[in-house]
């Protein structure tokens, strides 16, 4: 008896959470086969594009499981301390005499193999990561190298054909049952049956969430040499682009490529190209990070000598593979790791390597493939564990060694002392790998010309929220819009003072903020999917501490997202009687506030055994949407309080709750898996639920303005005392309870779909078009 079943993900194995030692080492396999224990394994597939054939190969007759029958192309267990994906390097190497770099093998996911042979005295319990290797033409047989006592031969057999006799329990063929492992031969059905006109079709509809707008600014205040500088410092910002496609994927900047090169070969590929310039990588962010490509689609690599030497025959081309799942850890951590593995060497680990593992700026890669990497063993250290940081400046040098030229040639070109400094020491910091002078020196940035540019937010690191993506903003100062705002960075310590939160948990030192109002003319990096609208930073705990914040403001990303975004969702959503009150004063105003709000409330906590820490360490993976749900909402408190403090005026009152609310479907339909729409989801299914927003008969909302306010208030004391009291547990049980779509806004979000309403902007920058070209 064979029972197979598929598992969602391969860090939960069934509920059978499988440590490092229980995985057993070679010598061990009679003896866990003997007792039925649970363990790990790989199965890797050789697909062949151009035929639509698997290699199979037929096991040994001394083989003391399914002896002399066809099986999968190459398969066995991880050894203990083995990561999954070197396994399955090893297995092919050694069964088939295939050698081939990571990024030809694609996990596709995790099945259960349970089975008892050989009257009981064989027991299969494992746990298979199933990997997919693409190539386009056959490998001639006689290229295989056959390890004699695992494998007698190979062959290829139509996908198709193998299936069916799969279903047919053909006995010349290892039995699996097609419901755990059928999902493979879906996948691959899927690839090769593509219908043109349906996929072209369905990234249409995915492009038209984007409403196309341009942002330029007047740079007639700029003299020729800060022109000059521009310039420079654009470059730059392109090989920050280049950076993050490597942060996201470690095979993302080929895809890029390729997609690139091949976008006019085809109507469905235009469409591919520009759709993956909005996502940087081949996961949708307004569709839950679901795949929009697929490997089949991804660039086609040549390695000559991935086999022994055959005459006439060149060698072997293959797709450089990406997951479908969206990798929780982008490319920070070595896609098999979990946090149980991560914890554990942790645990190993000096203070200060401990600093370095969960700082900001380095990637955690791993020695096993470091031994395969000779540029990269000078970082290994002498610690038992498999894993390894290396920092930013090390692992992306020679961008960084570019960037940092472009940035020291721009910076003695500057007149602005304030940018020149700026620009002199994030040079620095990019080859040295310590920013704090250059965030100090970006805090303290006076110039028309303003520049942001480095590792800073860390969305994209799902596992922990430690690791920080590179991103570039480049913008003209908007003097007067920034004046206007000294009002909200003059009062933020006496918002931290009357926040709605017990006193043990408020920082005792919270300075002015100060707030820049920009006209944005570029961005590059860490801004795919929805745009950027504001940026509260730097997210270092220290500088926090001793500094505070500074916000930028990009007033006409705002605007364009007004116009475009949020006045047709309040014309459709937002009841007739409270339409009027929607505005971009309020809209802009309260993005202030979110901002302002992100430097106040706990950061450096102290918990309960006495430890100091951060909210950020703390709340690790949830961290991101607790915090951006806490900015948006304390933003809406703030902006009560001053105004019953008669510092903004009272006829603001009810628009800013209505426009909140029109906002609220905006962010929305960002999808609950990015944060900003998870905290907002929060906020609405909290406010909806204490009868502050309502659902009318003619499915449009209103604001209750006699229950708003405390509902604002009792939402804020929720968060701000989870981040104060570092509460992790209960910051998950508030986002699982709170970020669903329900009822009431399933109806708006898909009257919204139903009129085509767009999602976002799509920006394009004709001024820094010119300057590149």
């Not at 899927?190 to 341009?214: D, F, G, I």
């Not at 920082?507 to 100060?514: E, G, L, R, T, Y």
């Not at 604002?712 to 669903?740: F, P």
Request: with cysteine; hydrophobic share 35%.
């Amino acid at each position: 008896m064979q029972i197979t079943k598929e598992i969602e993900r391969d860090r939960s194995y069934g509920g059978r959470a499988l440590r490092r030692s229980d995985q057993f080492r070679r010598e061990d396999r009679s003896k866990v086969h003997r007792d039925g224990d649970y363990h790990r394994a790989v199965n890797v597939w050789i697909f062949v594009e151009s035929t639509q054939e698997l290699v199979l190969q037929r096991r040994s007759d001394d083989k003391d499981s399914w002896p002399g029958r066809w099986d999968i192309s190459s398969a066995g267990h991880i050894s203990a301390g083995d990561p999954s994906l070197i396994s399955a390097q090893r297995e092919l190497e050694e069964e088939l005499g295939i050698k081939l770099p990571k990024d030809a093998f694609e996990k596709l996911f995790v099945f259960l193999q349970e089975c008892v042979l050989n009257d009981g005295k064989f027991i299969n319990n494992q746990f298979n990561d199933v990997y997919l290797v693409t190539v386009l033409h056959p490998i001639p047989l006689e290229a295989f190298t056959l390890q004699k006592e695992e494998v007698s031969a190979v062959k290829y057999i139509p996908y198709e054909e193998y299936r069916n006799l799969l279903a047919k329990k053909d006995p010349g063929y290892v039995p699996y049952d097609l419901n755990g492992y059928g999902k493979l031969f879906h996948i691959i059905r899927q690839r090769c049956q593509v219908n043109t006109e349906a996929r072209s079709l369905s990234l249409q509809k995915q492009l038209q969430r984007y409403s196309p707008v341009t942002l330029e600014a007047n740079l007639t205040e700029l003299c020729e040499a800060d022109q000059k500088a521009l310039g420079l410092i654009m470059k730059a910002a392109k090989v920050i682009d280049d950076i993050f496609y490597e942060q996201l994927w470690h095979s993302n900047p080929a895809l890029r490529d390729w997609l690139k090169e091949h976008a006019d070969a085809s109507e469905l590929d235009k469409l591919k190209w520009k759709y993956f310039l909005i996502n940087k990588s081949p996961w949708s962010s307004l569709d839950e990070n679901e795949p929009y490509l697929s490997t089949a689609d991804s660039a086609v690599k040549f390695i000559p000598e991935a086999t022994k030497r055959i005459d006439g025959w060149k060698g072997i081309e293959y797709r450089a593979a990406f997951p479908v799942t969206k990798p929780p850890g982008a490319n920070f951590y070595p896609p098999d790791m979990d946090k149980m593995e991560f914890t554990s060497w942790l645990s190993s680990l000096t203070e200060e390597q401990k600093r370095a593992a969960t700082g900001f700026f380095s990637v955690i890669k791993r020695r096993s493939e470091a031994n395969l990497d000779a540029s990269l063993s000078d970082h290994l250290s002498d610690s038992n564990s498999d894993l390894y940081s290396i920092p930013y400046s090390e692992i992306y040098r020679p961008f960084l060694t570019k960037a940092s030229e472009l940035l020291q040639k721009a910076g003695d070109l500057v007149t602005s002392q304030s940018l020149k400094k700026l620009l002199h020491s994030k040079a620095e910091a990019f080859l040295s790998n310590d920013y704090y002078e250059s965030d100090i020196a970006w805090m303290d940035l006076d110039s028309k010309l303003d520049i942001t540019i480095g590792p800073y937010e860390t969305y994209e690191d799902e596992i922990f929220g430690y690791k920080a993506s590179f991103e570039a903003f480049i913008g003209i100062k908007d003097d007067k819009a920034t004046a206007d705002l000294k009002l909200f960075g003059d009062n933020l310590k006496l918002l931290e003072d009357n926040l709605p939160l017990d006193s043990v948990y408020k920082s005792k030192d919270v300075s002015a903020a100060p707030i820049r109002v920009i006209q944005l003319i570029y961005n590059s990096g860490d801004v795919n999917g929805p745009q950027t609208v504001a940026f509260n930073l730097p997210n270092d705990e220290k500088i926090v501490k001793e500094r505070g914040t500074s916000m930028v403001m990009l007033k006409n990303v705002q605007e364009a997202k007004f116009e475009h975004i949020l006045k047709p969702i309040a014309e459709i959503i937002i009841s007739k009687e409270q339409r009027g009150f929607v505005d971009f004063e309020s809209f802009f105003t309260h993005t202030i506030c979110h901002e302002c709000c992100h430097g106040i409330g706990p950061h450096s906590i102290t918990l309960p055994d006495g430890r100091t820490s951060s909210v950020r360490k703390e709340l690790q993976d949830v961290y991101s949407a607790v915090e951006e749900a806490k900015a948006d909402i304390v933003g809406l408190w703030a902006l009560m309080f001053l105004i019953t403090k008669g510092l903004l005026s009272k006829s603001m009152e009810e628009s800013m709750y209505v426009s909140f609310l029109a906002g609220c479907f905006r962010s929305i339909r960002f999808g609950l898996t990015e944060a900003h729409g998870k905290g907002q989801a929060l906020q609405f299914n909290w406010l909806y639920e204490k009868g502050a927003f309502v659902f009318h008969e003619d499915s449009t909302f209103s604001v209750d303005f006699t229950k708003i306010e405390d509902a604002v208030e009792s939402l804020s004391r929720e968060i701000l005392t989870i981040q104060g009291r570092g509460d992790k547990n209960a910051a998950t049980l508030l986002l699982n309870k709170y970020c669903t779509i329900t009822g009431p806004l399933k109806t708006a979000l898909e009257k919204l779909e139903s009129v085509k309403v767009p999602v976002d902007i799509t920006p394009t920058f004709p001024l820094a078009d010119a300057l590149l070209n």
